[in-house]
């Protein structure tokens, strides 16, 4: 059975930091990926990486405060967010993709991804 294991949430002050990891088990995968979801909004892209190549994209509001990589001895993916906004306040999803993508805008679509963690809730307070 697959399953997305996260870790790594908490409570902290605007300007802070936090890791949030991923630990995937039962398959491999070719693209794992970063979803958040706030309060009363849809869930929104926030970061991805390629298995293999180790390519990332992310979206524009955490680009250059937040970084995705991975372990592959671990088996891990982790999302290591800096200096960290109120807004960046969600519940984070890891995700992940079986297959390649070959279409850019479709590694922004949470529909393209099979399988997803349970979410680690994420507070910044101001």
């Known amino acids: 059975q697959v399953q997305l294991v996260e870790s790594g949430g908490g409570l902290v002050q605007a300007g802070g930091s936090l890791r949030l990891s991923c630990a995937p088990s039962g398959r491999t995968f070719s693209i794992m990926g970063w979803f958040r979801q706030a309060p009363g909004k849809e869930r929104e892209f926030v970061a991805t990486?390629?298995?293999?190549?180790?390519?990332?994209n992310y979206a524009d509001s955490v680009k250059g405060r937040f970084a995705v990589s991975r372990d592959i001895a671990k088996n891990t993916v982790f999302l290591q967010m800096n200096s960290l906004k109120p807004e960046d306040t969600a519940v984070y999803f890891c995700?992940?993709?079986?297959?390649?993508?070959?279409?850019?805008?479709?590694?922004?679509?949470?529909?393209?991804?099979?399988?997803w963690g349970q979410g680690t809730q994420v507070t910044v307070s101001s």
């Open positions: 995700a992940a993709r079986p297959n390649p993508l070959y279409y850019r805008p479709d590694y922004f679509r949470a529909d393209r991804y099979d399988y």
């Open positions: 990486i390629s298995w293999s190549g180790g390519s990332t």
